[in-house]
């Protein structure tokens, strides 16, 4: 360190093209590039992301981010190919997993990889059902809504076009860091702009053939929303999978799993063949899904193809 130069925290809202956009602790807003030593870490997988805490530092008109603070949590997918991981985003506690009803059809295959992808990051997930208002989607919010409660986590039913349940899922936003993920088209940025008028975010066209998005969204950025919360707008992901987690960690992304899995007779139960299972007792007695015990068979094939 030398005469005038400072350093100061921040944290990455905007990551692009080697440009990082950091909102410092006075609220202070600057772009700095990455310091040479923290290039060569790039390479070698642990970028600088959206919502990572940083130290910059400045020696004139120029900032430079000179290190990276450990993170809570790690928003990781798989890469294309299923080869490198992505990382997506840092330290946001909380994630909203978007679908839509329809227009494109929600999914339970799709909503299970979504909670699984946000169990295996280490955040909260909220799940957004929306597009209430389309023909024939209160049908299918009647059935996933409380299935997903009954499984253990929160559940938003909402219209971005007519405003339904828009207030509580502001409520939510506020309270700390949090991001909305889920397909291309089901109408995160459009369900940002409902919560914040001012924000005026891009929104799309869906596809007339196939009813599904076109990448609106094409990077990852934070908003400070008026209310002081934290949220990250991101591109629509169509391959939501999981990357790094062994066959024998996929049972914790299933809450519900839980309290029966103490009940199997073997420890490292896999629950797929052991005899005296308690989470396949639980299965059979109809107090676990059939449809969140197949997406644990196929995420556990995954894995063991990823090892
Ligand atoms: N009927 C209806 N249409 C909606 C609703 N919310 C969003 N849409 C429409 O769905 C389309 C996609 O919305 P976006 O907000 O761009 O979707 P996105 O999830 O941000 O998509 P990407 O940025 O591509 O990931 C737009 O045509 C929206 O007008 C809703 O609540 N009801
Ligand atoms: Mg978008
Ligand atoms: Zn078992």
New binding site residues.
């Given amino acids: 360190m030398y005469p005038g130069a400072v350093r100061v925290r921040g944290r990455v809202h905007e990551a692009g093209g080697g440009v990082y956009r950091i909102r410092l602790q006075d609220d202070r807003e600057i772009e700095a590039s990455l310091r040479g030593r923290l290039k060569q870490q790039r390479r070698t997988g642990s970028r600088v992301v959206i919502g990572d805490i940083v130290t910059v530092g400045s020696s004139g008109d120029a900032w430079t981010i000179e290190s990276v603070e450990e993170r809570s949590t790690e928003l990781v997918r798989r890469g294309r190919g299923g080869r490198a991981p992505k990382l997506l985003a840092a330290n946001l506690d909380k994630a909203f997993m978007v679908v839509s009803a329809k227009n494109p059809d929600a999914t339970v295959q799709l909503i299970d990889r979504l909670l699984m992808l946000g169990e295996a990051s280490g955040m909260q997930s909220i799940l957004v059902i ?2 209430l ?2 023909p024939g989607a209160p049908e299918v919010e009647a059935i996933f809504a409380p299935m997903y409660q009954t499984v253990g986590y929160e559940v938003l039913s909402v ?3 007519t405003g339904v349940g828009v207030e509580l899922l502001c409520q939510r936003m506020c309270e700390g860091t949090s991001t909305l993920i ?1 397909p ?7 369900l940002l702009n409902a919560v914040d008028p001012e924000l005026e975010l891009r ?4 596809s007339r053939k196939t009813q599904t ?5 094409v990077s990852s950025r934070i908003i400070s929303l008026a209310c002081g919360g934290l949220v990250a707008d991101t ?2 992901f169509g391959d939501v999978a999981l990357w790094g987690v062994a066959p024998e960690e996929i049972a914790a992304c299933f809450p519900e799993f839980a309290g029966p899995s103490e009940l199997c007779r073997f420890r490292g139960c896999t629950h797929v063949h052991e005899p005296d299972c308690g989470v396949r007792a639980a299965l059979e007695a109809g107090d676990i899904f059939d449809s969140r015990y197949q997406s644990y068979l196929t995420a556990r094939v995954e894995a063991e193809e990823a090892r």
């Fill in positions: 929306n597009k208002d389309a219209s971005a076009e889920g291309s088209g089901v109408g995160k940025s459009s929104t799309g066209e869906l998005g076109r990448h609106t969204t591109p629509g």
